[in-house]
């Protein structure tokens, strides 16, 4: 079974700055996605950035960007010139391919951006 | 944004009583999802469908049931609401697998067993 883990419960920054959240994942799969999703007070679900894992490529969404290490099997979020409206939940999450396309979460890092 | 609505968008019951949530779609997409979100645990699945009547369990589906009798629809049941299903709500969809693979998620349900 796939598992994923988000060492951070917690994580401040303060505005302007860059934060990196850890997720490392467990599975014996090579095909692959990997996504990052927000989640601010308002509890709407939403996608930052996705990443395959055939594609070595680290994946870029404007400020926002990964450091895939598929030997590691880490997969960890980058966030440059952090801004007050990035304070949210952030999700690492897994997804076998060709699976239903089921998602596998981990428990969350709680980031918040201090002005 | 997807076309995802879940209703209702909360819900206060008491134990014992059967609940039912909906989640609608207008996007027509092949899979959709049931998770349930408690602090400390993220996000777990409790059921998915793959199609119409075709439906599967996930990682917590004990005390729940569904149906997907549309392709829109898919209906989340408690049988007998017990206060470990206090809870959020979330229902998801997804196109085909590949390069497209992603999920769109509903804005959440939260309910409350007294």
């Known amino acids: 079974a796939q598992t994923v883990t988000q060492s951070q419960p917690e994580m401040s920054v303060q505005e302007a700055e860059t934060v990196t959240l850890s997720c490392t994942y467990d599975t014996s799969e090579n095909n692959y996605y990997l996504f990052w999703y927000k989640q601010p007070p308002s509890r709407q679900m939403i996608l930052v950035i996705r990443q395959e894992a055939y594609k070595q490529q680290n994946a870029t969404e404007n400020r926002f960007s990964v450091n895939f290490q598929k030997a590691a099997k880490s997969f960890s979020l980058k966030i440059s010139d952090s801004q007050l409206g990035d304070t949210a939940m952030y999700f690492c999450a897994f997804m076998t391919e060709g699976g239903s396309e089921k998602l596998v979460f981990g428990k969350g890092t709680k980031l918040t951006v201090n002005p | 944004d997807a076309g995802i609505t879940q209703s209702p968008r909360h819900k206060v019951t008491e134990t014992g009583t059967p609940v039912t949530l909906r989640c609608h779609q207008t996007e027509n997409h092949r899979y959709m999802y049931w998770y349930r979100q408690d602090p400390g645990h993220g996000l777990r699945l409790i059921h998915y469908?793959?199609?119409?009547?075709?439906?599967d369990k996930g990682e917590v589906s004990d005390g729940y049931s569904v149906s997907r009798s549309k392709t829109e629809d898919f209906l989340l049941t408690l049988e007998s609401a017990t206060s470990s299903q206090t809870s959020v709500y979330f229902c998801a969809i997804s196109e085909t697998s590949g390069i497209r693979a992603r999920q769109y998620f509903g804005p959440g349900t939260r309910l409350t067993v007294t």
């Open positions: 469908s793959y199609g119409v009547k075709d439906t």
